[in-house]
């Protein structure tokens, strides 16, 4: 299976081998010799992250397991807590800011009214203290703000007649979330559903990359805080480094975390 990403005649071509469960995927990818700022990588991310999903969903059907997970679908996930990377974070503000202007309106009002209703209903200590921010490695603080998070029972700002109105921008963690199951199973509070776990984490790679390239803590952003997050950060935004050197520390840390991870993914 072969992935071309951007590649122009005058650009640099780097290409990048993934074996997913024993499929291979080749990576041909334009490297433009200018600067690039955290957003400019994650199409890349969103790229492999969809190869790595739709490998692993084929091989859950070809075992005859049954994923309801789909567009459209009830939406039962979109009220639990997603945690965005910074580059993801700082994407979307920039994505968000080019939609339509009656779309942007009901998603800044969402994310308003989201915000509310997160910060007066007692958030955990942590999460007041470091704005929208959380240590995403600190896996003790994810699941105390995820408890807490299901207990506000808030849909995601993004959903809109149970339609998310960003699906081709959804974040990573949406991407990377399936059940095994059966639709009525969503329904009934998943007692017939199974998370289906993917061999790697993308949305964990660009996390690592952001962290490393800013010399700053692996960090998580709360979806509906991120245009107030990102209002915070703006100078974050503008930073800048080589687009190869992104792009090869990126396949870097997917390496570095598939041969953690039982090498269901390797590269
Ligand atoms: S971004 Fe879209 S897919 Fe993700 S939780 Fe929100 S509505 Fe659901």
Known sequence: MAVDIGSKCDEKVSTFELNVLNTKVNFRIG?????????????????????????VLQNVNSNGGK?????????????????????????????????????????????????????INKPPRKLTHQSA???????????????????????????????????????LACREHYVTGSARGCEEEHAATKLLEMPLYVSNALGQLASELEGTDVEAVIL???LSWCEENKKRAEKTWPYAMMVERLFKIIKEMASENSGAVTI
């Open 224 to 226: 509906p805080l991120v």
């Open 133 to 171: 921010k959380v240590s995403s490695n600190e896996q003790s603080d994810l699941n105390i703000i995820s408890n807490w998070y299901r207990g506000l029972n808030l849909d995601c700002p993004f959903l809109h007649k149970n339609t998310c109105t960003i699906y081709e921008q959804r974040p």
């Open 67 to 119: 994923i309801p997970c789909r567009k459209n679908c009830s939406a039962h996930c979109c009220r639990y807590l997603v945690p965005l990377s910074v580059p993801e974070a700082l994407r979307l503000k920039k994505e968000i800011s080019e939609a339509p202007p009656e779309k942007r309106e009901l998603i800044w009002k969402g994310c308003l009214a989201a915000s509310r209703h997160i910060l």
């Open 31 to 55: 490297i433009k010799e200018n600067q690039a700022s955290l957003a400019d990588i994650v199409p890349l991310a969103r790229t492999i992250c969809t190869k790595i999903c739709n490998i």
